[in-house]
């Protein structure tokens, strides 16, 4: 009897803990979507196998964010890329949303950065924020990688959290999310 008792009170605990790590979560999440996303314009856009200046994306679209900054193995995430080739494919032929993928590693892991990039060959344009603009600007960005793959819409509000390479049913959310910004701009003209 003694051992029911202790296993009860471990559950509730946990149910607990669990509990307030959703509401922290979910308070993060309100407070990102409240902001607005400012993209640096100093970066450089690694194209294939060359270095490219940054290409001018539309300020007209809704654009995915994927960030990996510094507090993430830069080199792990870029042997993951081609991994998500038929998803890179199927947003960048969205004609209303941009897609950028950007890393922003430390000074001393810059070169290597760029040249296993640069190797990999990878057939998307790649952002690199050599100075960590991004996260200067965007202080709303939490630390949580969850939060660093997101959609934002024209005007630079975050409208979707979620890295929709990472599963179908983020896609389908991603997709879901897409034809709303649509419909929203319909309703706008009119």
């Not at 994927?66 to 890329?81: G, P, T, V, Y």
Request: hydrophobic share 40%; proline share 5%; with cysteine.
């Amino acid at each position: 009897m003694h051992f029911r008792y202790k296993l009860i009170v471990i559950c509730i605990l946990m149910m607990s803990l669990s509990a307030c790590k959703e509401y922290h979560i979910s308070r993060q999440l309100r407070s990102f979507m409240n902001n607005t996303i400012t993209v640096p314009s100093e970066m450089q856009v690694i194209c294939g196998r060359n270095i490219c200046p940054v290409d001018t994306y539309s300020a007209n679209k809704a654009r995915l964010i994927i960030l990996f900054d510094s507090l993430e193995c830069s080199s792990c995430q870029i042997n993951k890329l081609f991994n998500y080739v038929s998803a890179y494919e199927k947003i960048r032929a969205l004609p209303d949303c941009d897609l950028m993928t950007v890393f922003s590693p430390r000074q001393e892991e810059y070169d290597e950065t760029v040249r296993q990039l640069m190797i990999l060959n990878f057939p998307y344009p790649i952002y690199i924020d050599f100075w960590g603009n991004f996260r200067k600007l965007n202080k709303c960005i939490p630390d949580d990688t969850k939060f660093h793959s997101f959609l934002i819409n024209k005007n630079g509000k975050p409208v979707f959290v979620g890295n929709p390479m990472h599963s179908p049913q983020m896609m389908e959310l991603f997709m879901e999310t897409m034809d709303r910004l649509r419909m929203d701009e319909e309703v706008q003209r009119e």
